[in-house]
């Protein structure tokens, strides 16, 4: 392969042909202060609020406060090199980043630069970072389910395409696990996931990024992240990046599943800002316009109306509790802006029920209408009797005089809860979740012992898929249960064919 | 505490108000210019007027003979405020200040015009006169400045804006445009 002489010259005259000889008129202003990721500007007279400003070395910035003498203005990236006295020029456009196709399978920056090595991003498409969210007629109604592939979320708190439901607990409670594993669930379900990572440790995205790597959900997925050591700045544009991203894709009628992780740290990235900015501090310390700050955001998740493609954002914005004060400042806001919230408890978790979900205090508020049928029909009492079985745990300890129906209800919840644990990084396919759950709540469980749960849930699921994969397929596809006795039966069959650890080992002896 | 240039914009309006009045503007503005043209040739003079160590009466006798000097009254009283309230350092600004307003009210537009070979009269006035009709001035001064790195061309900087058509800028351009 040559290129010879010719060619290149045509090359060059086809580029120099856009040249315009312009006169280059830049409105200017001086840099009074630098610092914390802050810089102060006189001049810039017609400065719009968010617009992008240019410094002498090529850094940008975002034009923040606008007062009668100076320009406030957060620098997104190194503010080191910037000199008071230096100048700083318009540019006329506010902060976009590049979107596309290409992003899909890298790992960004918030500014839409790939930091993971594997060269450039081709993108034709810019789209600013702040936007208004879809009006009341550019919706509908969230009606498709959005399968987390985790028993206890799918049953209890169903999330539809297009939902925020909230994922809160303390540290170390399995928050990001849920949300990651529910990425690794939208395998061939044509989702693209953003995965916002904002401030998490850089080695925690690493091997985040290994995961999904090692299930293959990197083919769809995007990751966005902005570390520790990163200015405050680009801290708090990457969710707004993110939902950037992910609306290009929603646009084209596509299907977008993004998590924010997390929304505490940006909301002390931006009240770190707003301090330097010296905006008055509210409560905490944060700015008067946090909750403008997440609910412009969460916002922006949407399920568009059918003349728009009916393509779907839906945003799952982590939070962190201090030992569990859902009533602290940003919490609060949170679970008021989005449609619902997972309650993750440290309890549970330490004392092995994992996910840790805490089944009372977690609601969705309109996934229930994009639940499918059978779903519906398996999990409709699971939400009681876990309830029911919390309450006369108390009593449990007490032991042996209870009446039946009590004694009864304590099975089967004590079975309930073992049903629903899983595994890291196990997502359940939706129809074998209505199978296990039928399982329970038909009673099959209830000989079982607690301990052989785990077993015969597993054995379970190679039984049908041996035996009667015509009945799984009959769930996908319609949604439904099968009509009659068919499932019933062959539960029924399989149960008495499962054989209980303690009776194979004494058959053993 | 207000800063600097928040206290210069409220003296200056004022004073700028009270000489309007009077119809005193003109006057004033150039006696503010020959106080302000005292205080950039001598730096320590600001510095000694606002320290506190520097006895008061001193203060007083250091700025008795521009006080006297001076045949507007309001500059006579504006100098003798400052310095009661110990803020003879803000002085210069103010004078900034003011000469803005008077600039922005007749539409004077001072400009900075840098080139690589110091223009001549008539380049100047073409330049001048092109400008004024650019951005609708009544009159433009032009302050020529040499600069070798622009290779040719002139950049016009005036207030906030610039007006860049050196050759450097445009190289860059092409630079930009074939790298792309």
């Known amino acids: 392969m040559s290129i010879n002489a010719e060619e290149i010259s045509a090359l060059i005259k086809q580029q120099l042909a856009g040249f315009k000889d312009e006169l280059a008129v830049e409105e200017t202003g001086v840099v009074t202060y630098v610092g914390d990721g802050v810089a102060r500007a006189h001049g810039l007279d017609n ?8 410094f002498e070395n090529g850094i940008y910035g975002m034009a923040q406060n606008l007062e009668s003498n100076d320009v406030g203005i957060v620098v997104l990236g190194d503010c080191t090199h910037i000199r008071e006295g230096a100048t700083i020029k318009r540019t006329g456009k506010i902060m976009e980043v590049p979107v596309g196709e290409d992003m899909v399978g890298r790992t960004i920056n918030s500014l839409g630069q790939p930091i993971d090595g594997k060269g450039d991003i081709k993108t034709e498409n810019t789209r600013p ?46 928050k990001t696990s849920i949300a990651v594993d529910t990425i690794l669930n939208q395998k061939d379900q044509d989702m693209i996931c953003i995965y916002v990572a904002i401030g998490q440790k850089d080695s925690t995205v690493r091997s985040q990024v290994a995961t999904l790597e090692k299930f293959g959900a990197m083919d769809y997925t995007i990751v966005l992240s902005a570390g520790p050591s990163e200015p405050a700045p680009l801290l708090y544009i990457a969710p707004y990046a993110g939902a950037a991203i992910g609306e290009y894709f929603m646009n084209q009628g596509k299907h977008v599943l993004i998590v924010y992780d997390d929304l505490t740290k940006q909301a002390n990235a931006y009240r770190e800002l707003s301090l330097i900015l010296r905006r008055p501090p509210g409560r905490e310390a944060y700015p008067g316009d946090i909750f403008y700050t997440h609910s412009r955001l969460l916002e922006r998740a949407a399920k568009l109306s059918d003349k728009l493609g009916g ?37 549970m978790f330490y004392s092995g029920t994992r996910p840790a979900i805490d089944a009372g205090t977690s609601v969705s508020r309109v996934g229930g209408d994009a639940q499918i049928k059978a779903m519906k029909q398996v999990a409709g009492t699971l939400r009681l009797d876990l309830a029911s079985y919390h309450e006369l745990q108390a009593f449990a300890q007490f032991g042996s005089d209870l009446d039946d129906a009590t004694q009864a209800k304590l099975n089967r919840g004590a079975r309930t809860e073992e049903v629903l644990k899983q595994p890291l990084h196990a997502p359940l396919p939706v129809e074998k979740q209505v199978l296990i759950l039928f399982s329970l709540t038909h009673g099959f469980l209830d000989k079982v012992a607690v301990d052989d749960i785990q077993r015969y849930q597993t054995e379970l699921f190679n039984f049908f898929d041996a035996s009667h994969r015509d009945l799984l397929d009959h769930i996908i596809s319609t949604g439904k249960l099968p009509d009659g006795d068919d499932l019933a039966n062959a539960v029924d069959e399989f149960t008495k064919s499962f054989v209980p650890s303690k009776q194979e080992e004494t058959q053993n002896n | ?27 004033g503005l150039k006696e503010l210019l020959s106080i302000k043209q005292v205080f950039v040739d001598n730096p320590s003079l600001e510095q000694a007027l606002t320290d506190v160590s520097f006895p008061e009466d001193k203060k007083e006798s250091l700025i008795k003979p521009l006080i006297d000097n001076s045949d507007v009254d309001y500059v006579k009283n504006l100098l003798k405020v400052l310095l009661g309230s110990n803020k003879m350092d803000e002085l210069t600004l103010i004078v900034e200040e003011f000469e803005q307003s008077y600039n922005e009210k007749n539409k004077i537009v001072h400009a900075d015009a840098v080139s690589v070979v110091p223009l001549t009269d008539e380049q100047k006035d073409n330049l001048a006169s092109a400008f004024k009709a650019r951005v609708g001035a009544n009159e433009v001064i032009l302050d020529n400045k040499v600069d070798q790195s622009l290779i040719g061309g002139v950049i016009l900087k005036s207030s906030n804006v610039i007006f860049d058509g050196s050759v450097k800028t445009k190289i860059n351009n092409i630079k930009k445009l074939l790298l792309s």
Do not use: H, W
């Not at chain 1, 389910?145 to 607990?169: C, F, H, M, N």
């Open chain 1, 47 to 54: 400065a719009l609020s968010g617009e992008l400003l240019e």
């Open chain 1, 129 to 174: 970072i702040e936007k208004k969210a879809p009006g009341i007629m550019d919706r509908q109604s969230v009606s498709e389910p959005l399968q987390t592939g985790i028993k206890s979320i799918d049953a209890l708190v169903p999330i539809g395409r297009g939902q925020r439901e909230l994922i809160i607990g303390d540290r170390k409670t399995g």
């Open chain 1, 311 to 347: 393509g779907s954002m839906t945003a799952l914005p982590i939070v962190e509790t201090q030992a569990g004060d859902v009533s602290a400042y940003i919490p609060t806001n949170v679970i008021s802006i989005t449609d619902g919230q997972i309650f993750l408890n440290s309890d």
């Open chain 2, 1 to 27: 505490m207000l800063d600097k240039i928040t206290f210069a914009k409220r003296y200056s309006k004022a004073l700028y108000e009270v000489l309007e009045e009077q119809n005193a503007v003109e006057t």
